[in-house]
């Protein structure tokens, strides 16, 4: 009943503007929604009516592509953008839902970068050879330009979203670091933008020929009806962290938010999450191990966490009783941050070189965890009692929690209670000193496969205590990789992953680009599987951090006959997905826990723009092809994102239809088996006791397969799982065609 009142509720929002939806024209906006009421449109090779920006002076201009006038930044020289302010005086109305499409140009190479200030939100996309990342910014990106088909026609990049109550102008504070001035009945500012030269090798520019507002009049409308597999079977779940993304909700000053309530802009994510077809709802509740809103009062208060707003959790929990979406926890664990004596406070890591810092980077030294140790483990405890197992069974339904290491918060320890538990536990000839490992590499390796044992036990009692609280099947995920890119292929220096070196071999070499950037081959990479390697390898000191033991690496093997315990492997690139090997290698008996690594892209923009990040992702049904191919070779179970900002995707057709596909599949294991008369065609059986089979149907060309004939061994009626509609077969087979990365899940029963 709850949940029938928020529809209800949310349809009254949505359609408190239906004056202005009745006099607007309504205009196709493509799927999935069809004939929507057009609020405002610019054409940006004409128009004179809109409020205009670029940066630097003259930084556009206009070209034909295609048929059509359009508005081009040229990739040459320095960082550039062009920007209008759309909707002013049109009625637009805070949380209300809207959408913005980006009419782009599919002719050539092209970064595209879009910023839409009215919900502080922005994506980039790239069309053919362009680079997945940025090449050049603060960290080191994972690198990689593959062919991509070009169709040589327009497209649309379309962005669902509700509106904020205040938000920037055309620079963007970071955080709470300026003040949201700008308010609806001012339209918004929409920012086209792209990096300098160097980030943008091969592109011949962002091009944008019309730039639409959309009102959404009823947005649960557009809600994915996702079916899911019976409830006696395992079901996977798609969720999503994000990092730089509070600021509208940041600033304790309310008159300054972008959003008062918090809950509101929590809400905001939910909605986006039904529209996407995703199941899982996550939060950090710990930044650099900083409480990021739960209540620490019945487990000590100040003096055991430091909060701000004590009762973000406890509201966000309240509101999500209102959906179906299970909840996953976020923690970058680190120890109890109270002053004086939180026990991460207490940095009872030590490393092995001496000191208390592992690394250079101070501000992520100020706390740590030694997982060796008991008092650890009962804080943790403590932890996941105050944010998951006293809310439990209120309406909500949690399926574990989500740890991730960042820099030295649970390192690798030489403390001298870490080396006495060692002793105690390994029970050595001669009692082992830190001056022994300094000196043998068989007993640093002895020590190495003693702490990873205290790492798995730690989580496993965890995972336990979730358990014996009531969290049926709870689930502990653990990301062991600290950085945003994600593991990189082992050896110094930058490196680009390619299929075409012949290409980029030279364009590294010319004037201001990274001549040392090693350029290799996409098949020597698979076929070596590199990607692999990477993930298990150490990560190497520098002259001024002991970054081996700070982000000690993952150790998969260990929980291979484990359940319920996921170390999880980082993807993005075509290479970190086009291998059988990395996902059996983190294969647990109960599944594979992927996550997408999505680099910040930070300041790589003009700085007229103020702070930015950005994720990038490839156009059209390219933008699932990481997903896709996971599925295809790993079939993972979990596929979580971590974000760079607020999430949300540009090509929503595509990625609805994947996660429609991938979330009706049981969670159980699966065979590839020869069912497909195409070889690119990859079909995955699903085999259960009672309730039949499941099947799905993978294209991993990135071109059309049609005509595509695949028959299944498995008897009695054909349905399309993801919606429960009779499939049109043959006997026990059915002809499809399919379009690049598609994904169709099939059930026989």
Known sequence: MIKRLATAALS????????????????????PFGQLPL??????ATDTEHEFFEGPKNASKVVEILGKQARVLPPDGEAKYFAYRIGEEKGLQAHKSYLITVEYPDDASRVTIVQVRGAETTRGFTTGKCLSDTLFNYTENRYESLDFPLTNKWHNWTLLFNLHEKYAGIKLPRGSAGARLEEPEEGFIVVITQSDFRNVALSEGAAVAKIRLFEVPNQSK?????????????????????????GPIHSKNLAQRG??????????KVWTNKFLGINTFTKDLLEFGHNQ??????????????????????????????????????????GASGEPNGLGKRKLSKPFKGGDNYTRITWSEKMNADVTLDETLEDAKKLLNAT?????????????AWFRQRPSHMPVSFSKAAIKEFNADTKPERKVRKSSLANSDELMQKYYKWWFEERKEFLSNLRDHLRDKGVKDAAILMTSECSEPGRFIPGPGKKMVT????VWGPIMQLEGHHKWTKILDINDVVTKDLHAAALTSWRPDDSSSEWTHSDPIADPRNYTDTEGIHMTMSYKQMYTVASKKPFDLFRTKSGVAAIRHNPLNETTQNKELGYFVTDMERHGPYAVMPEVMALANGDPRYLGTLSAATYNRGFPVYVRNFNMNFLALPAVPSEIISAASNKDIVVREYKTDNHGTWYAVINTSMNDREAVTVSFSATGKITHAATGEAAKAAGQSVTLDLYPYQVISFHVK
């Not at 959003?259 to 905001?268: C, M």
């Not at 209540?295 to 509101?319: E, F, H, L």
């Not at 299929?499 to 012949?502: A, F, M, P, Q, R």
């Open 39 to 44: 609020i405002d449109e610019i054409d940006c």
């Open 499 to 502: 299929d075409d070196v012949k």
């Open 222 to 246: 557009f809600f994915v009806d996702l079916k899911l597999p019976p409830e006696d079977l395992p079901k996977r779940h798609i969720f999503y962290r994000e990092e730089m993304a509070d």
């Open 293 to 334: 809103g739960f209540d620490p009062a019945n487990y000590g208060g100040s003096d055991w966490y430091i909060v701000g707003d004590k009762t973000r959790w406890g509201k966000i929990i309240n509101m999500l009783k209102k959906y179906d979406q299970d909840i996953l926890p976020y923690y970058e664990y680190a």
């Open 388 to 400: 998951i197992t006293d809310y439990h069974g209120q309406g909500v339904n949690f399926i574990g």
């Open 259 to 268: 959003v008062r309530n918090t809950e509101d802009w929590y809400e905001h």
């Open 12 to 31: 009254c929002l949505l359609l408190l503007g239906i004056t202005h939806a009745q006099e607007r024209p309504l205009v196709d906006a493509g799927e």
